[in-house]
């Protein structure tokens, strides 16, 4: 399967929106609470993940919380904050 476009994903986000909202009977609530699901999924497929900064700032805060003084010197050390 071929990769999509942004564009081409953004604008299936949209007829998903436009499928849901088109829905007026109250028996299909649970396709209509999908397709928005499916939607916002969509948007956050297309939206970059900083995973390297996350992990650098999450290993920052173990480092500056934990009281375990082993733990603390390892992880300055992969932050490239201590010897």
Excluded at 35 to 48: C, T, W, Y
Excluded at 58 to 66: G, H, P, W, Y
């Amino acid at each position: 399967m071929a990769v999509s476009e942004d564009h081409e994903n953004q604008e299936l986000a949209s007829r998903l929106v436009a499928a849901a909202d088109g829905i007026v009977n109250k028996a299909a609530a649970g396709l209509e609470r999908d397709l928005r699901s499916a939607a916002e999924l969509i948007h956050e497929i297309d939206k970059p993940t900083p995973a390297i900064p996350k992990l650098v700032s999450e290993l920052a805060k173990i480092a500056n919380t934990t009281t375990d003084v082993d733990t603390q010197r390892r992880l300055r050390r992969l932050l490239g904050e201590a010897r």
